[in-house]
């Protein structure tokens, strides 16, 4: 699977983005979805992942009932719309595609994904 993200961008503090992912090379409903963020100085983290039927969806506490990650098979594109952004959001967004069974155990880590998109730079101004 070939990853390929985009829709980051510069946005004041409170503002939205809708991040994107666009696949290739794997049916879309073959693997599920995740999005991963890393700050300056900072370790990556995850952030949000959705099943491949899109019926199950998994947030971090940080960004639960402010983002919302969705995807359309037929596209085989995932979204992450991200709403009432903080300064604390800046990063780099990296979305995944995994092959293996949706389990909390795999979704919240890297090593539970095989396939990685570049990064695309969220960076919200105060």
């Known amino acids: 699977v070939q990853l390929q993200a985009s829709g980051g961008g510069l946005v004041q503090a409170g503002g939205s983005l809708r991040l994107s992912c666009a696949a290739s090379?794997?049916?879309?409903?073959?693997?599920?979805m995740g999005w991963f963020r890393q700050a300056p100085g900072k370790e990556r983290e995850f952030v949000a992942a959705?099943?491949?039927?899109?019926?199950?969806?998994y947030y971090a506490g940080s960004v639960k009932d402010r983002f919302a990650i969705s995807r359309d098979n037929a596209k085989s594109t995932g979204y992450l719309q991200m709403n009432g952004l903080k300064p604390e959001d800046t990063a780099a967004y990296y979305c995944?595609?995994?092959?293996?069974?949706?389990?909390?155990?795999?979704?919240?880590?890297?090593?539970?994904?095989?396939?990685w998109g570049q990064g695309t730079q969220v960076t919200v101004s105060s």
């Open positions: 995944a595609a995994s092959l293996g069974a949706f389990t909390t155990a795999r979704l919240m880590r890297e090593h539970g994904y095989d396939y």
């Open positions: 959705i099943s491949r039927s899109g019926g199950s969806t």
């Open positions: 090379g794997h049916t879309g409903s073959s693997y599920f």
